[in-house]
C-alpha cells in the first residue's frame, strides 16, 4: 500500500483524507459466521390469564406443524397437481431448499438456494412461486427465496416476473425493490422500449413507479449517458426528476468524474450526489476517495463517507478498516467506520459487533441493533443472548423481543424453552406478544398457549389483535367464531380489530361489511383505525368512506390522513382529488 495525503477542498480540511492506492480483489473471501452462546437457565412456570376464552383446534386453513413446529409444503411428498410425479428437477429444488434451511451460514445458504434455482426450468418458476408463498416458517427465507425465483424469471420473462411482482399483497419495506431494478435492468438491456413503456404504464406518482422510473434510466446510463440525459429533459415532472437520479447512478459506474462534475452544477438534488459514491464505491473505493473533495455540503461528505466505507467493506474489510483507524478527525473515523460496519454485518456480523463498541456511545445501541437483526438469520439464539446482555435501557426489552419474535420463525422448539427460562415478568410479557405475532401464523395452537402466559394489558392486547389478523387471513369463519366466543368486550373488541385487518388483506369487500355491522361507539371507531391501514392498500374507497364516518372529529382527522397517505402511494392522482372535493376544514387539507 503506498498512502498519502490528499489536497483537499478548502471545505474539506476537517477530513485529512488519506488517498488509499490498494489492489481490490474482485472476489474477496467471505468470513464464516460463528455466533455468540449463552447458558440458558432452569424453566419458569408460566402465570396464566384467565380472561380470554380459548380457541377451537386450527381450522382447515391451518396446517399441523410437522418436526420442530414447522411446516413446510416444498419438502412435501415430490408429487405435483393430481398426485403424479413432479419433474426431477423441481424434485431437486425441493431437496436443496431443504438443505438450504437448515444452513446456517449465510454465505453458504445463499450459495444453496442459488444452486436450487439453477436446477429449474423458467417454466416451472410460476408453480415453485405458489409453493413458496404457501411455505410456513421463516419469513425472511421465504422473502429470499422468492426474491431470487423471480430474478431468474426476470432473465427469460422480465413482463411475468414483473407483473406477478406487482400483484403481490406487499407495501413499503416488504416490496422487492431490488428484484424490480435487477429485472428491469437486463429487461432495459435487451428492449429498452419494451421496458420503458412498462413502467409508463404503473400509476404516476406511486413509490413503485418512481422507483422503476429510476431504474429504467439506471440501466441506459451505464450504456449511453448522453442517451438518458436527453430523455431525461423530454420526461415530465416527477419523471423527470427520478429518470434524472437514476442516470446518475448509472453514469457514475461509467463515468465517475464526469458524472460528479455534472451533478455538482445541478440545485435541489439533495443526498443524491452523495448516494452516487455508494456506486462508485462499490466499483473502485479508491476514485470515490479521490472525488470527496468534489463535495462542498458536509453532511453529504458525512454520508459520502459512510458510503464508501459500507461499499469498500463488502469488497475488501481489511482495507477499509485500516483506512478508517488512519484517520486523525474523530468524526471522519466514526463516519467511515460505521458505513465500514455496516458493511462487514453481512459477512462477518461477530466482528461488525466488536467494532460498534468503539463507536461513540450515542451512535452504538443503532449499530449494534442494525447488526443484530442481520446475526439473527445465521444465529438467533446468539443474537438474542448478545441483546439480553446490553444495557438495561427502554429499548433493551423491545430489541430483545424483537430479536426472539424472528427466531420463533425458525427454531419454535429453542425459542419457547428459552421463553421458559425467563425471569422477567416485564420482559416475558413483550417477547410473547412478539412471537405470538409470528408463530400464530404457522401454529396457532402454540401462539394460543403463549397467549395463556401472558398477563391482561397493552401487550396482551396487541398479541389478541394479531392472532385474530393473522388467523383471518387462512381462515376468517374460524377467526370470527373464537372471537365471537369472547364475553369480555376489550377482548372482543382486540381481536374483532385483528380479524377485520386481516380481511381486508383478501377480502376488503367482507372487512367493510363487518365493519359497518358493529354498533357505534369508541370500540368500532378503534377497530377502524386498526384496519384502515391493510384497506386503503386494496380498497382505498371504503377506506376513506370508514373513516369519514367517525364521529370524534379528532379521531376522524388523523383515520383521514393516514388512508389518504396510503392511498396516495397507491393512486395518488385519486387521492388528491378525493382531498380537493371534500368538505374537509382547510387545515387538514
Keep these: 500500500q503506498t498512502l498519502n495525503r490528499a489536497k483537499l477542498h478548502p471545505a474539506m480540511n476537517r477530513l485529512q483524507i488519506l488517498r488509499a492506492i490498494l489492489l481490490i480483489g474482485a472476489g474477496s473471501t467471505v468470513v464464516g459466521v460463528a455466533g455468540y452462546r449463552y447458558s440458558k437457565s432452569s424453566a419458569v412456570k408460566a402465570s396464566t390469564a384467565p380472561r380470554v376464552v380459548a380457541a377451537v383446534a386450527p381450522g382447515p386453513g391451518l396446517k399441523e406443524a410437522g418436526e420442530n413446529g414447522k411446516t413446510i409444503n416444498l419438502a412435501a411428498s415430490g408429487k ?151 430523455l431525461t429533459r423530454s420526461l415530465p415532472g416527477d419523471d423527470g426528476q427520478r429518470f434524472l437520479i437514476g442516470a446518475l447512478y448509472g453514469w457514475s459506474l461509467k463515468d465517475a ?155 419454535p422448539q429453542g425459542a419457547l424453552g428459552w421463553f421458559d427460562s425467563l425471569t422477567d415478568p416485564k420482559l416475558k410479557e413483550q417477547v410473547a406478544g412478539e412471537m405470538i405475532d409470528n408463530l400464530s401464523k404457522d401454529d396457532l395452537a402454540k401462539s394460543l398457549d403463549l397467549l395463556d402466559t401472558m398477563p391482561p394489558g397493552v401487550f396482551q392486547n396487541q398479541a389478541l389483535s394479531r392472532i385474530g389478523r393473522n388467523w383471518a387471513q387462512t381462515d376468517q369463519k374460524a377467526a370470527l367464531n373464537w372471537a365471537n366466543q369472547q364475553t369480555d368486550p376489550e377482548v372482543k373488541s382486540e381481536i374483532l380489530g385483528g380479524v377485520i385487518e386481516g380481511m381486508s388483506v383478501k377480502d376488503p369487500n367482507s372487512a367493510f361489511q363487518l365493519v359497518q355491522s358493529l354498533p357505534a361507539g369508541n370500540s368500532r371507531n378503534r377497530i377502524i383505525i386498526t384496519s384502515l391501514g391493510s384497506m386503503a392498500q386494496s380498497d382505498p374507497q371504503s377506506a376513506i368512506a370508514l373513516a369519514s364516518g367517525i364521529a370524534e372529529a379528532r379521531d ?8 389518504v397517505r396510503s392511498w396516495k402511494r397507491r393512486d395518488p392522482t385519486a387521492a388528491n382529488q378525493w382531498v380537493n372535493s371534500s368538505s374537509l376544514p382547510q387545515d387538514v387539507k
Design 80 to 230: 405435483g397437481e393430481g398426485g403424479t410425479k413432479a419433474p426431477s428437477t423441481l424434485q431437486a429444488f425441493r431437496d436443496r431448499i431443504m438443505k438450504a434451511k437448515g444452513e446456517k451460514n449465510r454465505e453458504k445458504r445463499m450459495a444453496l438456494l442459488s444452486e436450487a434455482i439453477q436446477t429449474l426450468n423458467p417454466s416451472q418458476i410460476r408453480e415453485t412461486l405458489a409453493e413458496v408463498e404457501a411455505m410456513k416458517g421463516d419469513e425472511r427465507f421465504r422473502s429470499q427465496l422468492r426474491n431470487m425465483l423471480l430474478s431468474r424469471w426476470g432473465e427469460s420473462d422480465p413482463r411475468a416476473a414483473l407483473t406477478y411482482v406487482q400483484g403481490l399483497n406487499l407495501d413499503g419495506g416488504s416490496f422487492p425493490f431490488n428484484v424490480v431494478k435487477s429485472v428491469i435492468s437486463s429487461w432495459a438491456e435487451k428492449d429498452f422500449t419494451a421496458a420503458k413503456a412498462w413502467v409508463e404504464g404503473l400509476p404516476p406518482g406511486t413509490n413503485r413507479r418512481q422507483s422503476a422510473m429510476s431504474d429504467l434510466a439506471f440501466a441506459l446510463a451505464q450504456k449511453d449517458p448522453a442517451a438518458a440525459l436527453s
Design 257 to 411: 468524474d464526469a458524472a460528479i462534475a455534472y451533478a455538482v452544477q445541478l440545485p435541489d438534488l439533495g443526498f443524491t450526489l452523495a448516494y452516487m459514491f455508494d456506486r462508485i464505491a462499490s466499483k473502485d473505493p479508491v476514485k470515490a476517495l479521490n472525488l470527496l473533495e468534489k463535495i462542498p455540503n458536509e453532511n453529504q461528505q458525512n454520508e459520502a463517507l459512510r458510503r464508501i466505507g459500507n461499499a469498500w467493506a463488502e469488497s475488501d474489510p481489511k482495507a477499509a478498516l485500516d483506512f478508517a483507524n488512519q484517520q486523525t478527525d474523530p468524526k471522519v473515523k466514526s463516519e467511515i467506520l460505521k458505513g465500514v460496519i455496516d458493511g462487514m454485518a453481512q459477512k462477518d456480523p461477530n466482528r461488525a459487533l466488536e467494532l460498534a463498541q468503539s463507536l461513540p456511545a450515542s451512535e452504538r445501541e443503532g449499530r449494534i441493533v442494525y447488526i443484530l437483526g442481520i446475526l439473527s438469520e445465521s444465529d438467533p439464539k446468539g443474537a438474542v443472548g448478545y441483546a439480553m446482555n446490553l444495557p438495561s435501557n427502554k429499548s433493551k426489552n423491545f430489541n430483545v423481543s424483537r430479536l426472539a419474535g424472528q427466531w420463533i420463525s425458525s427454531d
Design 556 to 563: 376522524r382527522s388523523m383515520a383521514q390522513r393516514n388512508v
